[in-house]
T-cell receptor, first 110, second 116 residues
Framework: DAKTTQPNSMESNEEEPVHLPCNHSTISGTDYIHWYRQLPSQGPEYVIHGLTSNVNNRMASLAIAEDRKSSTLILHRATLRDAAVYYCILRRSGNTPLVFGKGTRLSVIA | DSGVTQTPKHLITATGQRVTLRCSPRSGDLSVYWYQQSLDQGLQFLIHYYNGEERAKGNILERFSAQQFPDLHSELNLSSLELGDSALYFC???????????????FGPGTRLTVL
């Protein structure tokens, strides 16, 4: 599986936008970019995924670089409930297991 | 609430014992994945079942086994338990998509296993 690189931790103020970066320079053409998050004491939770184009859903936006070697998860207004570990994961098409790295621990300050 | 249920929530047992963890997938989901989360190894994939058949194996020890039943629930059996098996065990379910697409996995709340 192609490797992703994320900062270990980030901090944000409540109600401010948050941009969580992910580098994946060895991404292949069939790799989807998935983001999951894990809130304290809970199982991982799907956030968003994309292939080539930017994507929006009710939780977040995903901005994918034109060369697909990096992507950014955007939380438009961080809340205290968004404090979690965010994982950027590459997956081949089909139904493959998730390969989790260490992720980015996001802290949100009131 | 993801719709995936896991029982028990907590399990405390002794070294050498055997335990069974249970997972009920979301209604209609045919795939079940098992993951282990420990402090030193992070979240690791163990095994994947689709509609009763094993599809992929990850870092699953020979002491561990799993199965998926006709009603699609799955059980993870851990035997000859060691202290290092203490971890959170998550299952996730998904619909089985086409090879041209990708699925979303929905995780259960996990079972916390403590081996003393």
């Amino acid at each position: 599986d192609a490797k992703t690189t994320q900062p270990n931790s980030m901090e944000s103020n409540e109600e401010e936008p948050v941009h969580l970066p992910c580098n994946h320079s060895t991404i292949s053409g069939t790799d989807y970019i998935h983001w999951y998050r894990q809130l304290p004491s809970q199982g991982p939770e799907y956030v968003i995924h994309g292939l080539t184009s930017n994507v929006n859903n009710r939780m977040a936006s995903l901005a994918i670089a034109e060369d697909r070697k990096s992507s950014t998860l955007i939380l438009h207004r961080a809340t205290l409930r968004d404090a979690a570990v965010y994982y950027c994961i590459l997956r081949r098409s089909g139904n493959t297991p998730l390969v989790f790295g260490k992720g980015t621990r996001l802290s949100v300050i009131a | 609430d993801s719709g995936v249920t896991q029982t028990p929530k907590h399990l405390i047992t002794a070294t050498g014992q055997r335990v069974t963890l249970r997972c009920s997938p979301r209604s209609g989901d045919l795939s079940v994945y098992w993951y282990q989360q420990s402090l030193d190894q992070g979240l690791q994939f163990l095994i994947h079942y689709y509609n009763g058949e094993e599809r992929a194996k990850g870092n699953i020890l020979e002491r561990f086994s799993a199965q998926q039943f006709p009603d699609l629930h799955s059980e993870l059996n851990l035997s000859s338990l060691e202290l290092g098996d203490s971890a959170l065990y998550f299952c996730a379910s998904s619909e089985f998509g086409t090879s041209g697409g990708t699925d979303t996995q929905y995780f259960g709340p996990g079972t916390r296993l403590t081996v003393l």
